[in-house]
Structures are given as structure tokens and as C-alpha cells.
């Protein structure tokens, strides 16, 4: 257990809140394993028909704990977010997320996921994998370059160009951009909405839209990419840079 993610039910909605706020909720393997968790349950549990992706603080998430990465580059805990991706990625109720500031790494790949994104016009949506000698994951590969390009995608993979809420929406990687204060009533109340519709027509078009088994092999390929390039030089120079704040140095390697 941890106190690091809040999970509550009521009224048919389940919400999974980010609680690590003074580490931007960098998700460390425990936070994804409750969440983990919390969706098995989720699926389970007929009366939930609704789950929600909140934050508390000011970042939806800054992305998978970069310690935890250089534990797992150096022997240790193996990464605990490949559970937690296949759990969204095939999730069979409707996910809704409320994102405010940033939302790096996995925190911008999860939405990719969800059904209903709200989103703050000034929150940040970062993918820089490559910065961290690191590859796409959660099927990015596939689902962003279908969003919004092979060219915008490309970007935000290899130069850690960002989207801004605003932009998100206008891609359609958001539904609706909002004033940062007024996003999490907003998809509370979606969620709610959802969750008063006949759960099996909900469940069935979530099903029909999404190319399941397509999303479910990419993000195993990247996976094994992702395990050789996290055991990489490379990557742990951009993991020590990031421990010792400063800029990692790629000219030697
Ligand atoms: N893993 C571990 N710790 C993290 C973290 C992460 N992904 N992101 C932030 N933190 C920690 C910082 O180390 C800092 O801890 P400290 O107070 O003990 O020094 C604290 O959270 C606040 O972060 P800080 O960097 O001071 O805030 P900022 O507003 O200047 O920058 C970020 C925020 C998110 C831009 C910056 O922290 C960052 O680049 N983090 C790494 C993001 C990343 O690469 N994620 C993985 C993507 S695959």
C-alpha cells in the first residue's frame, strides 16, 4: 500500500489520484502498482463504470521516476509501469483524465489511452524519450503519429518539443482545453455522465473503436526496446545528468 496514490469509488466512478506532489508525482513502481491494482479491481468490480486519472499539485505527472529507472538500469526492481501500460491500454471501461501542468513521458502516453481527456490550456505535454536515450512506450509509436502526425509526433519524441493544452485540443490528443482551476470538475462531471449510460453499449463501442490487439503488440515491441535501451549507456548518462542537475553529455558515448 501506499499513500502515494489515492483511490476512492463513489457513485460508479472510481478515481486514481497522483498523490506525490513536492516530486511532480514522478510515478515510482509503488504508485504504479496500486494503480495496477486498482484497475484489475476496476474491471472486476460491476459496480464500478467509470475510472478517472486526477493529480493532486501542480503536475498531472512528470513522468516515471527516474531513480526507479536507474535502479532497474543498474540490476535493480524491475520497471513496474509495463504492467500498469497493459492495464490501460486494455482497460475495457471508459477512462477519463484531468490534466493539469505537466504531463511527461508516460503522463502524456496514458492519455492516449483514455477516452475523455480535459486538459488545461497552459498544462505541457512532453514526450522527450530521446533525451533519456530512451524510446516511445504504451503504443506511442503507433497512437501519436495517428493523432497528429508522423512529423509533430517525431518532434515531441526526439527534440522534447511539447504540446500545450491548447494544442492538445486543437490535435485531438484532448477533448476540451480549460482554465487549469475548472478541469477536474469538468471531467468529474463526463464521468459522471458516463457512468449513468448502459455500461455494456459503453463498453462495447470502447471496444469497437480501439484496434486492440494492433495497441497490444506495438507496446510489447517497444517494451523489449525500451528494456535494452534503459540497460544503455547511454541512458545512464541521461539519468546520473538528471540525478546531479545538469546537462547529460552523449559525445562519448
Ligand atoms: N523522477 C524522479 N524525480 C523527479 C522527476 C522524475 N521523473 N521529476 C521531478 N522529480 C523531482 C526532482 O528531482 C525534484 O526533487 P528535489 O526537490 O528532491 O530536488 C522535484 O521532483 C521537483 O522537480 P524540479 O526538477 O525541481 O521541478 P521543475 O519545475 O524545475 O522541473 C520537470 C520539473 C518535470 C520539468 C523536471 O523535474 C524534469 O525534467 N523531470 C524529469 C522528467 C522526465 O524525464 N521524466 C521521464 C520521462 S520518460
Redesign the pocket.
Known sequence: MTDLVKISTANGVMEIVWNRP???N?LSNAMYRAATAALAQAVEDKSVRVVLLASEGD?FT??????DFASAAMGGEAPAAGAFIEAIAQFPKPLVAAVAG?A???GTTMLLHCDLVFVASDAKLT???V??A?VPEAASSLLMPAHIGHRRAFAMFALGEGLTGEQAAQLGVANVALPAAEVLAAARAAAAKLALRPPGAVMATKKLMRNGEAILTQLRTEGAIFGERLKSAEAMEAFMA?QQKRAPDFSKL
Open positions: 513536492d516530486k511532480k514522478a503536475s512528470s513522468g516515471n521516476d527516474l531513480a505537466l511527461v513521458g508516460v514526450t522527450p524519450f533525451n533519456l530512451l538528471f
